[in-house]
């Protein structure tokens, strides 16, 4: 084993290493060195995959044909970035990071070479890894999780060699909707499997429900309430069926959409500090709490919830790559802050639109706030106006004070970029009546004379005023 020599003393030029080569831990990279150039800042980054700086958003519309080009996902090359003065190896995996030596170890995942690396300031963006079951069969070949562009070339070869077009999709929240609209556009007779009442379980289940009707109405035969209990497989190993308590599902490729944890392994080894949730825990200029030299940003860390007050963990580019900037201008002696999040996320299953932002109802009830609730029907531009759409939404609002908690909505086009209204209002901590007489932009192509939301808000003001009494 070789040892990459130390630095920061004596006059040397600092470093910074980064761990991951994706959104967050290029962005730090990227900004620190615009901020500092190579004679005061040697930037090391290790990333295991093939691929760096890329959209994992993107990749069920990759591979669903709606992006044609998997380079069309990648914002910046390994050259890109070396060009920058960034000495980024890839293909190399951290396997330790030694806190009190202030070093990591790596090792070349070609040739099996390993070395020791100094560093004066780390950064770990390390991701999120898809929750894979610990069932019979779950590792078979056919059996995909989704979370980087190498798992998404996986599952495309596993499509190419699949002898039939029968998918199932194991969970339905955002990844498991998408990958059943990528495998529809596909030609695959897909199923859904999923554990929950519902689908999409960051709605209430009523919205969720609304989700479950459009989906069927697309082809998709959707199993809620269900539990999987094994992966069959055929004479050559490969996933032939997914099995439930209650039925057996045939499947040429199986994809897991149950979700993902904070990728936070060696963070645990080096006892570095951990939320409930398993995701690295920092401070509000993203440093690791505890460590004056180590920052954490992306799928790995917990973020604060503006809403309820409390940590939660959210795997989603906009919040990496936000990371990235904040810690990047701190590791090269700048300063910058990430306050929290309200939880605004958007998705679609074909023409469907599915957003939300704040709290869902299990979550007030859990932050011990007393709240009403309003359901409102409405079309995306004036009614009378060709292609109206129709859309649902469902707010929640603080009983007493009214402020605005949380918004829902589902529906067909234009329903769900308008959550970013109440994501702006839930930021402010505006009330329901103060977002009641918000100056949005308004022509009957866009909008009836009173915006949906702002419908919600007006019924959630009556509601709260009602149930204060």
Known sequence: MSVNGTSGSGGARERLVVIGGDAAGMSAASQARRLRGPDELEIVAFERGHFTSYSACGIPYWVGGDVSDRDRLIARTPEEHRRRAIDLRMRTEVTEIDVAGARVRS????????????????VIATGARPVRPDLPGADAPGVHGVQTLDDGQALL????????RRAVVVGA???GVEMAEALINRGYEVTVVNRGKEPMSTLDPDMGRLVHTAMEGLGITMVDDAEVTAFRTGDEGRVSAVVTKDATYPADVVVLGIGVRPETTLARAAGLPLGEHGGLLTDLAMRVRGHEDIWAGGDCVEVLDLVSGRERHIALGTHANKHGQVIGSNVAGGYATFPGVVGTAVSKVCDLEIARTGLREKDAHRAGLRFETVTIESTSRAGYYPDAALMTVKMLAERRTGRLLGVQIVGREGAAKRVDIAAVALTAGMTVEQMTM?????APPFSPVWDPVLVAARKAVAKVRHGDR
Do not use: F, P, Q
């Open 107 to 122: 090792r070349d995942l070609g040739s099996g070479a390993e070395e020791w690396t100094s560093y004066d300031r780390l």
């Open 438 to 442: 918000l100056d949005l932009g308004y």
């Open 157 to 164: 070869d596993s499509l190419a060699a699949a002898g039939g």
């Open 173 to 175: 929240g955002y990844i």
